[in-house]
């Protein structure tokens, strides 16, 4: 008999397709959280792909924190124009004006937390039953205890130690009013499955992932842009470097790497060479121990 | 590494299980370390709370127990997934942990595995979370286990105590329906027989785990006999350029499928043929499982999600009356006459609790037919009715289309796993 069988990132795509149609069929208002990284880039492509010809029948989501590297938001205008998506801003700005959230002061001060805030009105706002979002168990080591359904109480919060059981490849989304569900498609790909996504694919990503020269400094010996949220101390004068992101994030809050990479396969073959994890360049991950189990359970991404 | 020989490989996904504190996270961080695939940051980050614990060495198990009170209390509470990959294979991990309080955890880490790695603490022999993992790996379908004979260096490598305890194991598998078995003997505290070969136990002379991991036949783990086709999702453009398309998506359950072939759609049992599969961009010569794909068909016939497409000459069982064997995953006993919404491939049916057959004494896998109490943990053959009829396989046939899950009407929660017998 011929034998049929997939590649692991054949089988990983096919997975999250699945996830994606399973979403679309068990919500009534779900929403995909977009922040212009390239983990909600591959997912939002596979949504094209899962219900294709249609459009993508929800809509995209960005919480934006203000902080922004120009070149993320350029490429999600762009992005979202191309594809024909609907896309939904919720502001960290705003929710600082409204005074619903009070923003850090000092030399560390992200706006990361505030995220989280800004998040849970947006999905209560837009009565969204259902965030999809690019956040892998690779990452992180409370991620790595994630469901793909996770369920969220009435708050928002996360219970890792009261998980609900997940068998095979059925999914329950059922809840009451008020609740919701993160949901994560590429929950099982890693830093390497995606950047070999984003080559075989084609894919376009925000310019900065590749290696550029930039204007940075250094603080805790992480490499940081200058940019005018970030006060830099007299310590850490501004040099030019070529370096690339790992992650975009939060720009008060992502540390760039020195590198050569200005291609995708040479993206590849420092990813295959790294001996540190993506998250290593957030100082977000880096506040406690716990630091990203306390902010999951809080209600974070 | 380069980028085609990336692109061609193939994955296994496993999982761990046996008792509480037999080893089993220290065994994935062993594993993770010996074979490079642990990151310098995560390795700091472990050593700093191993020396704040006053460890003297560093605990591997602390790179996969990554909740706050796994940490403090030095145990697994819910699966943690991990990631490697070696030149030869592609390996996604859960974790698992072993007490039985978290049992539907272990479950749910074991259900997508083709591999389970079953722990036995040396020193401890076969207890009866050994038999209740064994067992329910096997009621899962999991084609290959390899049970892992641990903490080797605390019985002094005895050649003796690790023939007694693999004489026990076989015994115990043997009532069991599980394909390929092995053993290995090992230290994952040393290392001894993880990645590296240990000079401690001479007298052995199969594979260390990770040969085992890199070399067993996982061939197919999907039927590609029978074609099932559940369907997810319609999808209707209603655009310009496709006013009139009409495409059935999901994830090919069994089988091969090709444009021409054809098909009858159920339960209407209308059919038709396919007129094209599609993916973004383009349409294909064939589809096997577990692809995910969109089909039209020739006959405009009115098909919606928990509908099947399958080949006219093969039919799975359609039937409202059915023996399942439930692993029951919650605090709250199951009701007998009891109602349970459930969900079956892309399925929402309900379903009442006929009959209590019987249940699995763990320990020697006899029969319980005097306690019919269904209760957290507890393995039984129970019948059903659906309020309309599943279209189903045996599970042993197809773990797609012959597995499913009980959810409580009143929490939403998924209360049992089931298998189609
Ligand atoms: N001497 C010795 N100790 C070991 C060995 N493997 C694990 N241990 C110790 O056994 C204890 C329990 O190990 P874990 O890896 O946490 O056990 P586990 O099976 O993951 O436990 P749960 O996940 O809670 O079920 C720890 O103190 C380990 O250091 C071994 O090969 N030899
Ligand atoms: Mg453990």
Redesign the interface.
């Known amino acids: 008999m011929q034998s049929y069988s997939l590649t692991h990132l054949q089988e990983l795509e096919s997975e999250a397709i699945y996830v994606l149609r399973e979403v679309a069929s068990q919500f009534e208002n779900p929403a995909l959280l977009f922040s212009g990284g390239k983990d909600s880039i591959i997912v939002a492509h596979m949504a094209r792909k899962a219900f294709w010809p249609g459009k993508i029948p929800f809509p995209l989501v960005h919480v934006d924190t203000g902080h922004n590297f120009p070149e993320t938001i350029e490429f999600r205008d762009n992005y979202i124009k191309e594809i024909g998506a609907n896309l939904i801003v919720g502001s960290v700005q705003q929710s600082i004006d409204e005074g619903k959230v009070v923003e850090e002061k000092g030399f560390n001060a992200s706006r990361n937390a505030l995220q989280t805030v800004t998040l849970l009105d947006t999905i209560e706002g837009h009565k969204f039953d259902c965030a999809m979002g690019g956040a892998r168990r690779d990452e992180e080591k409370a991620r790595a205890k994630e469901r793909f359904f996770s369920h969220r109480d009435d708050f928002g919060q996360w219970d890792p130690k009261n998980q609900r059981p997940e068998l095979w490849n059925i999914f329950n989304g059922q809840k009451n009013i008020g609740e919701h569900f993160r949901v994560f498609p590429i929950s099982n790909w890693t830093e390497m499955d995606v950047w070999q996504y984003i080559l075989h694919e084609k894919i376009n990503i925000p310019s900065i992932y590749l290696a550029h020269e930039r204007d940075v400094f250094v603080r805790d010996s992480v490499i940081m842009s200058t940019t005018s949220f970030i006060e830099q101390r007299d310590t850490e004068p501004t040099i030019r470097k070529k370096v690339r992101f790992r992650t975009i994030g939060d720009a008060t809050c992502t540390g760039a790497v020195e590198s050569d990479a200005d291609s995708i396969e040479k993206i590849i073959e420092e990813v295959a060479a790294a001996r540190t994890t993506e998250r290593g360049t957030r100082s977000d991950d880096k506040r406690s121990e716990a630091a990203m189990e306390d902010r999951k359970k809080a209600g974070y991404f | 590494?380069d980028?085609n020989s990336?692109?061609?490989?193939?994955?296994l996904r496993f999982s761990t299980a046996g008792s509480v504190d037999d080893g089993k996270s220290t065994l994935i961080g062993r594993l993770l370390y010996d074979s490079k695939s642990i990151?310098?940051?995560?390795y700091e980050?472990i050593e700093e709370?191993s020396k704040r614990k006053g460890d003297e060495t560093v605990n591997l198990a602390l790179?996969?127990d990554?909740?706050?009170?796994e940490?403090e209390q030095g145990i697994t509470?819910?699966?943690?997934?991990?990631?490697f990959?070696t030149p030869k294979r592609?390996f996604?991990i859960a974790d698992t942990p072993g007490h039985i309080q978290y049992t539907?955890?272990m479950?749910?880490g074991s259900?997508?595995s083709n591999l389970s790695i079953i722990l036995v603490d040396a020193r401890h022999g076969v207890v009866e979370q050994t038999c209740r993992h064994t067992f329910i790996s096997s009621l899962l379908g999991i084609p290959h286990v390899v049970f892992c004979v641990n903490k080797m260096d605390l019985v002094d490598y005895s050649e003796e105590k690790f023939e007694k305890i693999k004489a026990d194991l076989e015994a115990f598998s043997s009532k069991l329906d599980v394909q390929d078995i092995h053993f290995v003997p090992m230290s994952a505290l040393n290392g001894d027989n993880v990645v590296n070969k240990s000079d401690n136990m001479d007298w052995y002379q199969g594979s260390t785990l990770m040969y085992l991991l890199e070399n067993i036949h996982i061939g197919?783990d999907?039927n590609?006999i029978d074609c099932r086709f559940p369907i997810?999702?319609v999808?209707?453009?209603k655009?310009e350029?496709?006013p009139d398309?009409r495409?059935y998506?999901?994830?090919i359950a069994g089988g091969?499928f090709k444009p021409g072939d054809e098909v009858a759609v159920l339960p209407s049992g209308f059919t038709s043929k396919i007129k094209t599969i599609?993916?973004?961009?383009g349409s294909l010569e064939e589809a096997?499982?577990?692809?995910?794909v969109?089909m039209t068909l020739e006959d405009d016939i009115d098909v919606s999600?928990g509908d099947m497409i399958v080949r006219e000459n093969n039919q799975p069982n359609v039937q409202q009356d059915i023996d399942i064997m439930i692993c029951w995953?919650n605090d709250k006993k199951m009701v007998s006459r009891g109602k349970y919404?459930i969900?079956?491939t892309?399925n929402d049916v309900r379903c009442i609790v006929k009959e209590v057959k019987y249940k699995i004494n763990i320990n020697n896998l006899h029969r319980i037919e005097d306690d019919k109490e269904v209760t957290m943990n507890d393995i039984a053959r129970i019948s059903i009715r659906t309020t309309k009829p599943l279209l189903y396989d045996k599970y042993t046939r197809n773990?797609?289309t012959g597995?499913?899950?009980l959810?409580d009407e009143s929490t939403?929660?998924?209360v049992g796993?089931g298998m189609i017998i």
């Open positions: 590494m980028t990336y692109l061609d490989m193939e994955l990151f310098q940051d995560q980050a709370s790179l996969t990554g909740l706050r009170a940490r509470i819910d699966v943690a997934y991990r990631y990959a592609k996604i539907r955890n479950v749910t259900s997508t197919s999907y590609h997810q999702y999808v209707r453009p655009s350029k496709y398309y495409g998506a999901g994830r091969v599609d993916v973004m961009g096997f499982a577990p692809m995910s969109t999600r995953l919404a969900k079956h892309s773990r797609g597995s499913l899950i959810i939403n929660e998924t796993a």
